[in-house]
């Protein structure tokens, strides 16, 4: 058994699992192609034959150089979600500067625990699938390599421990660590044996941690994708995730596929209220007037409302396959006018601001897909037969330098022909028509040459007492998607007009093979809805798209060709894991309880209809219950005399060494030695176990030490044991009862005794 | 037998990791991050159970020789056996609860229903019983994390020999040269060269043994019969009547009792070195109760009268009388004395020896080698004064 190399060869597995999750969590191949060939050759090298590694020194002065480095990055970059960042890097070098250094166990035992602060440091930095997946398989490796580790370090501690005792040098000669038959296949089978408890266990604990509300695993993570809500004082670099999220099919009025010309926005969450205070935009929490709908298999579309049943032109259909993305929010293009699922679910529509939103939280059963009627163009009588009521005024916005901004802004722009207060009061329509002019204005304020639209953060800093939007139009002008809606919505609302903040995926990239678009995280965006009529919001996005696309497009690889592979895996990932929170957690529960209840009642069922369909088959007749019964219970103690007496034969074969023995024979000495059997099972309880190593005459001397009284009631006993096993002796029916009644004086001593 | 888990520092601070990961989990909204914890927590679970429950079937047997020797290691075999039936045992130290200078076994695994033998070399410091009480099976397998042992309650002693210091070459001889002791006639009959008698012929006697004038005056066949060629002998009588505390020696010199022991350490090894020379030995101890030895050669003789040297308890009583009885054959009688020599205790012909002689007579480590073949040195009888700092050419000093 060469433990050593094998434990080597598990060491390096490690340190590679471990490398590639951090690699995976920085979306950085170069990491892990460097990292590993590294490690690989810090292997080779040291375990070579000539076992060259680097002098201590120089690994401590260059661990002493990586953490200053990190102490540097981190007063650079002091953010909570930078620290796991900057201590995997850390970390990372310490791991492949400990590979170089000479392998004692003590050294193995650093470099499995590096790799293992490497792994939760990348479990830190990212959720992501990918990660998941190497963090799953780096713990179960790491099993079967601990396990090896206490091999191979017990041998040579061992080996240490002798030569440090010895009093003469080259006394003894060097020992070689015994072990039984096939180490190797016990030793699988006990890692084999391990993994599955150590699933099952952390399942359960999983399962049971209390935690908050973390639906879609997305809070924190500061990778692109749809949030539902928006901080502004996350600052950091967001990287762009080509994870497909969901493909979408878009049905014209007459049934047919096709693309669009325009990026096609689909709206997922509707954020109505700022916190000026933490910066951060919510969607509204009062949903007084919600809507609920079931659909299912055979339900066909549910309807928002009557008028739109009936509505005929311009009604497009959009079919939702979700790909990797386990959210709650129903994404639609346009004004939805009606629902429909293959599975069945529950949807709640919030009439105030369009929004769907899945009603049966939890990871169970999340739908995969779903299909949404709507309106391209809406009618304010469409539009308010499915809002059902007026929406509610939006609050002013509470920042008041935004307001000096909006207005300097607007005087500059010098708009002609905007209608006034004197003209709106004679024709109303005419508000629409000037907050329609302004938003265009802003709009085109924002997504011109004033403002740079960047994914990278970093320079953006909070600067105390300033609200991030006004930073951001005043001072830095430069941000992503959220930061240029933020300030569109915030301009208007600080002059009046109603805006909101909408949250989505913009659509760009459509596949003409299967003819549906494919919507990837990269595609997450945020634009701003401003109110253009009584019931109408008109989309407007001052993010330059020319800009947004080219990040998009220069950030995909060749590996997203491949993506259609990991896709199916990761919705399940997200679905199942990922986005597991508290309500699934009383989901979950609520469903073991009731399968539990079920269970039973479900049992009967089917015993009831296996024994009416034994019954046909036989052709009983009314009687033929009343057979089946017999012949089951027959079978019951058919099946425990087997087992009796194969425990029996099993225990003659094993304390009587008679396994070479037939099996017939071995039944029939187990019925005839069965009292010495009971004997000995007497003594044991009284704490006089007979050593499988003692023959039955010295165990009878080991009895006469403790209980002489009881010594003499089995010395007849194994007298008697010695006649039927050793000399050839047959027990007849009486004889057997004649040893049988040996046993009571036995445990009337042991009871004495 | 008696199970118990302790406390292990890296299970420890895997346990500190472990409550950090769970804080981070618990205040980072990622299942990732709660898995993690999961994973490690059930780490400690899984330790306890694939280590613990195979250790409720172990048992373990423990094997001593029955003699030892100061300075040399003692061999002690543990049988572990598996009772269990399915689960089997890895990375197993064995462990003495003792204060004896010695190393763990270890046994790699151990299967199902098997037994495996695992050593482990103790060094006894000093001679008298060796006494293991009690030993300990400890792992921290699978894991690391939790050490789990089984202890045994198995008595068991092994008497440790006096050690035995290589004399140098010749110091046997020297010291026997001006006494009685010698190659002597036997008065057994054997394949000898000395002339014993004249008997008849029996069949199976050579032809060459034939004595041809007596058989022709005789008229019947006579043969010449030889004796075997007695070895020398010499006794060996160590003096331990005065008590340790009474013991006349120089205070800035070796410790009484070390003394004593140095007296011990003599007397053994110019046993081992006579009997390894031929000579027939007999071991007189006077002052201690110890048993009458005979006149005897070979390894077992050996074997015993130094097994009554390492049983020697100087702290017993002394019996300050004690006479050396008179010699029946012929023997050199050797005298160790652990101060000052009494020559009244032997009548002449005796030699008589100092404990404090015996780092003169060991011989120098840089000869050991040469020496492989001691060879006796004439001249060599008195050994050199210098007691601990051997000469470079042994027997030249006088």
Same mark, same amino acid.
């Given at each position: 058994?060469?433990?050593?190399?094998?434990?080597?060869?598990?060491?390096?597995?490690?340190?590679?699992?471990?490398?590639?999750?951090?690699?995976?969590?920085?979306?950085?191949?170069?990491?892990?192609?460097?990292?590993?060939?590294?490690?690989?050759?810090?292997?080779?090298?040291?375990? =070579?034959?000539?076992?060259?590694?680097?002098?201590?020194?120089?690994?401590?002065? =260059?661990?002493?150089?990586?953490?200053?480095?990190?102490?540097?990055?981190?007063?650079?970059? +002091?953010? +909570?979600?930078?620290?796991?960042?900057?201590?995997?890097?850390?970390?990372?070098?310490?791991?492949?500067?400990?590979?170089?250094?000479?392998?004692?166990?003590?050294?193995?035992?650093?470099?499995?625990?590096?790799?293992?602060?490497?792994?939760?440091?990348?479990?830190?930095?990212?959720?992501?699938?990918?990660?998941?997946? #190497?963090?799953?398989?780096?713990?179960?490796?790491?099993?079967?390599?601990?396990?090896?580790?206490?091999?191979?370090?017990?041998?040579?501690?061992?080996?240490?421990?002798?030569?440090?005792?010895?009093?003469?040098?080259?006394?003894?000669?060097?020992?070689?660590?015994?072990?039984?038959?096939?180490?190797?296949?016990?030793?699988?089978?006990?890692?084999?044996?391990?993994?599955?408890?150590?699933?099952?266990?952390?399942?359960?604990?999983?399962?049971?941690?209390?935690?908050?509300?973390?639906?879609?695993?997305?809070?924190?993570?500061?990778?692109?994708?749809?949030?539902?809500?928006?901080?502004?004082?996350?600052?950091?670099?967001?990287?762009?995730?080509?994870?497909?999220?969901?493909?979408?099919?878009?049905?014209?009025?007459?049934?047919?596929?096709?693309? #669009?010309? #325009?990026?096609?926005?689909?709206?997922?969450?509707?954020?109505?209220?700022?916190?000026?205070?933490?910066?951060?935009?919510?969607?509204?929490?009062?949903?007084?007037?919600?809507?609920?709908?079931?659909? =299912?298999?055979?339900?066909?579309?549910?309807?928002? *409302?009557?008028?739109?049943?009936?509505?005929?032109?311009?009604?497009?259909?959009?079919?939702?396959?979700?790909?990797?993305?386990?959210?709650?929010?129903?994404?639609?293009?346009?004004?939805?006018?009606?629902?429909?699922?293959?599975?069945?679910?529950?949807?709640?529509?919030?009439?105030?601001?369009?929004?769907?939103?899945?009603?049966?939280?939890?990871?169970?059963?999340?739908?995969?897909?779903?299909?949404?009627?709507? &309106?391209?163009?809406?009618?304010?009588?469409?539009?308010?037969?499915?809002?059902?009521?007026?929406?509610?005024?939006?609050?002013?916005?509470?920042?008041?330098?935004?307001?000096?901004?909006?207005?300097?802004?607007?005087?500059?722009?010098?708009?002609?022909?905007?209608?006034?207060?004197?003209?709106?009061?004679?024709?109303?329509?005419?508000?629409?028509?000037?907050?329609?002019?302004?938003?265009?204005?802003?709009?085109?304020?924002?997504?011109?040459?004033?403002?740079?639209?960047?994914?990278?953060?970093?320079?953006?800093?909070?600067?105390?007492?300033?609200?991030?939007?006004?930073?951001?139009?005043?001072?830095?002008?430069?941000?992503?998607?959220?930061?240029?809606?933020?300030?569109?919505?915030?301009?208007?609302?600080?002059?009046?007009?109603?805006?909101?903040?909408?949250?989505?995926?913009?659509?760009?990239?459509?596949?003409?093979?299967?003819?549906?678009?494919?919507?990837?995280?990269?595609?997450?965006?945020?634009? *701003?809805?401003?109110?253009?009529?009584?019931?109408?919001?008109?989309?407007?996005?001052?993010?330059?798209?020319?800009?947004?696309?080219?990040?998009?497009?220069?950030?995909?690889?060749?590996?997203?060709?491949?993506?259609?592979?990991?896709?199916?895996?990761?919705?399940?990932?997200?679905?199942?894991?990922?986005?597991?929170?508290?309500?699934?957690?009383?989901?979950?529960?609520?469903?073991?309880?009731?399968?539990?209840?079920?269970?039973?009642?479900?049992?009967?069922?089917?015993?009831?209809?296996?024994?009416?369909?034994?019954?046909?088959?036989?052709?009983?007749? +009314?009687?033929?219950?009343?057979?089946?019964?017999?012949?089951?219970?027959?079978?019951?103690?058919?099946?425990?005399?087997?087992?009796?007496?194969?425990?029996? *034969?099993?225990?003659?074969?094993?304390?009587?060494?008679?396994?070479?023995?037939?099996?017939?024979?071995?039944?029939?000495?187990?019925?005839?030695?069965?009292?010495?059997?009971?004997?000995?099972?007497? #003594?044991?309880?009284?704490?006089?176990?007979?050593?499988?190593?003692?023959?039955?005459?010295?165990?009878?001397?080991?009895?006469?030490?403790?209980?002489?009284?009881?010594?003499?009631?089995?010395?007849?006993?194994?007298?008697?044991?010695?006649?039927?096993?050793?000399?050839?002796?047959?027990?007849?029916?009486? &004889?057997?009862?004649?040893?049988?009644?040996?046993?009571?004086?036995?445990?009337?001593?042991?009871?004495?005794? | 037998?008696?199970?118990?888990?302790?406390?292990?520092?890296?299970?420890?601070?895997?346990?500190?990791?472990?409550?950090?990961?769970?804080?981070?989990?618990?205040?980072?909204?990622?299942?990732?991050?709660? /898995?993690?914890?999961?994973?490690?927590?059930?780490?400690?679970?899984?330790?306890?159970?694939?280590?613990?429950?195979?250790?409720?079937?172990?048992?373990?047997?423990?094997?001593?020789?029955?003699?030892?020797?100061?300075?040399?290691?003692?061999?002690?075999?543990?049988?572990?056996?598996?009772?269990?039936?399915? /689960?089997?045992?890895?990375?197993?130290?064995?462990?003495?609860?003792?204060?004896?200078?010695?190393?763990?076994?270890?046994?790699?695994?151990?299967?199902?229903?098997?037994?495996?033998?695992?050593?482990?070399?103790?060094?006894?410091?000093?001679?008298?019983?060796?006494?293991?009480?009690?030993?300990?099976?400890?792992?921290?397998?699978?894991?690391?994390?939790?050490?789990?042992?089984?202890?045994?309650?198995?008595?068991?002693?092994?008497?440790?020999?006096?050690?035995?210091?290589?004399?140098?070459?010749?110091?046997?001889?020297?010291?026997?040269?001006?006494?009685?002791?010698?190659?002597?006639?036997?008065?057994?009959?054997?394949?000898?060269?000395?002339?014993?008698?004249?008997?008849?012929?029996?069949?199976?006697?050579?032809?060459?043994?034939?004595?041809?004038?007596?058989?022709?005056?005789?008229?019947?066949?006579?043969?010449?019969?030889?004796?075997?060629?007695?070895?020398?002998?010499?006794?060996?009588?160590?003096?331990?009547?005065?008590?340790?505390?009474?013991?006349?020696?120089?205070?800035?010199?070796?410790?009484?009792?070390?003394?004593?022991?140095?007296?011990?350490?003599?007397?053994?090894?110019?046993?081992?070195? %006579?009997?390894?020379?031929?000579?027939?030995?007999?071991?007189?101890?006077?002052?201690?109760?110890?048993?009458?030895?005979?006149?005897?050669?070979?390894? /077992?003789?050996?074997?015993?009268?130094?097994?009554?040297?390492?049983?020697?308890?100087?702290?017993?009583?002394?019996? %300050?009388?004690?006479?050396?009885?008179?010699?029946?054959?012929?023997?050199?009688?050797?005298?160790?004395?652990?101060?000052?020599?009494?020559?009244?205790?032997?009548?002449?012909?005796?030699?008589?020896?100092? %404990?404090?002689?015996?780092?003169?007579?060991?011989?120098?480590?840089?000869?050991?080698?040469?020496? %492989?073949?001691?060879?006796?040195?004439?001249?060599?009888?008195?050994?050199?004064?210098?007691?601990?700092?051997?000469?470079?050419?042994?027997?030249?000093?006088?």
């Amino acid at each position: 058994m060469n433990v050593a190399l094998l434990f080597r060869r598990a060491v390096l597995l490690l340190v590679i699992l471990s490398i590639a999750a951090f690699a995976a969590s920085e979306r950085s191949g170069w990491v892990l192609v460097i990292g590993g060939l590294l490690a690989v050759a810090a292997t080779r090298i040291t375990d =070579g034959p000539r076992k060259r590694h680097l002098p201590a020194w120089a690994i401590r002065f =260059g661990v002493f150089v990586g953490i200053g480095w990190g102490a540097v990055q981190f007063m650079a970059h +002091p953010s +909570p979600d930078e620290a796991p960042r900057i201590v995997a890097y850390v970390v990372l070098g310490a791991l492949l500067l400990k590979l170089w250094d000479r392998k004692t166990p003590s050294d193995w035992r650093q470099v499995m625990a590096l790799s293992i602060v490497l792994v939760v440091a990348s479990a830190l930095a990212s959720g992501d699938f990918l990660v998941g997946v #190497l963090v799953i398989g780096y713990a179960v490796a790491t099993i079967a390599t601990t396990m090896l580790y206490h091999l191979h370090a017990g041998a040579a501690r061992a080996e240490d421990d002798r030569r440090a005792a010895a009093l003469r040098p080259g006394a003894l000669a060097p020992m070689e660590a015994p072990h039984g038959a096939a180490p190797m296949r016990h030793l699988r089978r006990l890692a084999g044996a391990g993994v599955v408890l150590g699933i099952v266990l952390s399942a359960m604990v999983f399962v049971m941690f209390p935690r908050e509300s973390v639906l879609g695993g997305q809070a924190g993570n500061r990778q692109s994708g749809f949030r539902p809500d928006i901080s502004l004082w996350s600052a950091g670099r967001v990287s762009l995730s080509s994870r497909v999220a969901m493909t979408v099919t878009l049905l014209d009025p007459r049934g047919a596929a096709g693309p #669009l010309t #325009l990026p096609l926005r689909l709206r997922g969450a509707v954020l109505d209220v700022y916190s000026g205070s933490d910066g951060k935009w919510r969607g509204n929490t009062t949903h007084s007037g919600d809507r609920s709908y079931q659909t =299912g298999p055979a339900q066909g579309f549910q309807w928002f *409302a009557a008028e739109a049943r009936a509505e005929r032109s311009n009604v497009w259909t959009q079919v939702v396959e979700m790909r990797s993305l386990a959210s709650e929010h129903v994404f639609t293009a346009w004004l939805p006018l009606a629902i429909a699922s293959e599975e069945p679910r529950s949807f709640v529509l919030d009439p105030r601001t369009a929004e769907i939103t899945e009603a049966t939280a939890g990871i169970v059963g999340r739908p995969r897909s779903y299909s949404i009627r709507m &309106q391209g163009y809406p009618s304010g009588a469409l539009a308010h037969a499915v809002a059902g009521a007026a929406p509610p005024a939006l609050a002013d916005f509470p920042v008041l330098e935004v307001r000096v901004i909006a207005e300097r802004i607007l005087a500059d722009a010098r708009l002609v022909d905007l209608p006034d207060e004197e003209a709106i009061k004679a024709d109303p329509q005419l508000k629409w028509v000037r907050q329609r002019r302004i938003a265009a204005m802003f709009q085109e304020y924002l997504s011109g040459p004033k403002f740079a639209y960047t994914t990278d953060l970093s320079a953006f800093r909070r600067v105390e007492g300033q609200d991030p939007i006004v930073l951001f139009m005043e001072r830095y002008r430069f941000g992503h998607c959220e930061y240029f809606a933020s300030a569109m919505v915030a301009l208007c609302r600080s002059i009046g007009i109603e805006a909101r903040v909408v949250t989505g995926y913009m659509a760009t990239e459509y596949d003409t093979v299967s003819d549906r678009y494919v919507i990837r995280e990269s595609g997450a965006h945020a634009w *701003a809805e401003v109110r253009t009529g009584e019931w109408q919001w008109g989309t407007f996005d001052p993010s330059p798209i020319a800009e947004l696309l080219a990040i998009q497009q220069a950030n995909r690889t060749w590996m997203d060709s491949f993506r259609w592979v990991l896709d199916p895996i990761e919705f399940a990932w997200n679905s199942q894991f990922a986005s597991f929170d508290s309500r699934a957690q009383a989901e979950l529960v609520e469903r073991v309880g009731s399968g539990t209840r079920g269970t039973g009642e479900w049992i009967a069922e089917q015993s009831k209809e296996l024994l009416d369909a034994a019954n046909r088959w036989f052709l009983m007749g +009314p009687a033929g219950a009343l057979w089946l019964g017999l012949v089951g219970i027959t079978l019951a103690i058919a099946a425990t005399a087997v087992w009796v007496v194969g425990r029996r *034969a099993r225990r003659v074969a094993r304390e009587l060494g008679a396994s070479n023995e037939r099996f017939t024979r071995r039944i029939a000495l187990g019925r005839d030695v069965a009292f010495y059997f009971e004997s000995l099972d007497a #003594l044991a309880r009284a704490g006089c176990e007979k050593p499988r190593s003692c023959t039955p005459r010295m165990h009878v001397q080991a009895v006469q030490r403790l209980n002489p009284a009881a010594a003499l009631a089995f010395t007849a006993i194994v007298d008697r044991f010695y006649e039927i096993r050793y000399g050839g002796m047959t027990p007849s029916r009486a &004889q057997r009862a004649a040893a049988d009644a040996l046993i009571p004086p036995l445990r009337a001593a042991l009871t004495r005794g | 037998m008696r199970r118990r888990y302790h406390i292990h520092p890296p299970g420890l601070l895997y346990l500190v990791v472990v409550v950090l990961v769970g804080l981070a989990a618990a205040n980072r909204p990622s299942n990732l991050l709660v /898995w993690v914890f999961a994973a490690m927590l059930s780490g400690v679970l899984l330790s306890g159970v694939l280590s613990g429950q195979p250790l409720m079937k172990l048992r373990a047997v423990r094997t001593m020789p029955r003699t030892g020797r100061v300075g040399e290691p003692v061999i002690v075999r543990y049988t572990v056996i598996n009772e269990s039936s399915l /689960w089997p045992l890895f990375a197993l130290f064995v462990r003495e609860i003792t204060t004896v200078p010695g190393s763990r076994a270890f046994v790699q695994h151990v299967g199902p229903g098997e037994q495996v033998i695992a050593e482990t070399a103790y060094w006894p410091s000093r001679r008298g019983p060796m006494r293991l009480e009690r030993f300990r099976i400890e792992t921290v397998f699978p894991f690391g994390l939790v050490m789990k042992s089984v202890r045994f309650d198995d008595a068991s002693e092994c008497l440790v020999l006096p050690r035995v210091e290589r004399l140098r070459a010749g110091v046997l001889v020297s010291l026997a040269s001006g006494t009685v002791a010698g190659p002597s006639t036997s008065t057994r009959s054997g394949p000898g060269s000395d002339f014993l008698g004249i008997r008849e012929y029996r069949p199976g006697d050579g032809l060459r043994h034939i004595a041809w004038r007596r058989s022709a005056s005789a008229g019947t066949l006579a043969v010449i019969e030889r004796s075997i060629d007695a070895p020398p002998r010499i006794r060996v009588a160590l003096d331990l009547r005065r008590p340790t505390d009474a013991l006349r020696v120089d205070p800035a010199g070796r410790a009484a009792r070390d003394l004593e022991e140095d007296a011990i350490v003599l007397a053994a090894s110019i046993l081992s070195h %006579a009997q390894r020379d031929g000579y027939e030995t007999r071991l007189c101890v006077l002052g201690l109760p110890s048993p009458a030895m005979p006149m005897r050669r070979g390894h /077992w003789h050996l074997q015993k009268e130094l097994a009554v040297l390492a049983a020697l308890d100087l702290d017993a009583p002394r019996e %300050a009388s004690a006479v050396l009885p008179a010699e029946r054959e012929r023997a050199t009688t050797l005298v160790i004395h652990v101060d000052r020599a009494d020559m009244r205790l032997v009548a002449d012909g005796a030699v008589h020896i100092g %404990a404090t002689q015996l780092g003169a007579l060991i011989a120098p480590i840089s000869t050991l080698s040469a020496a %492989a073949d001691p060879s006796p040195v004439a001249g060599s009888a008195t050994p050199p004064t210098d007691a601990r700092s051997p000469s470079p050419t042994p027997g030249a000093a006088s």
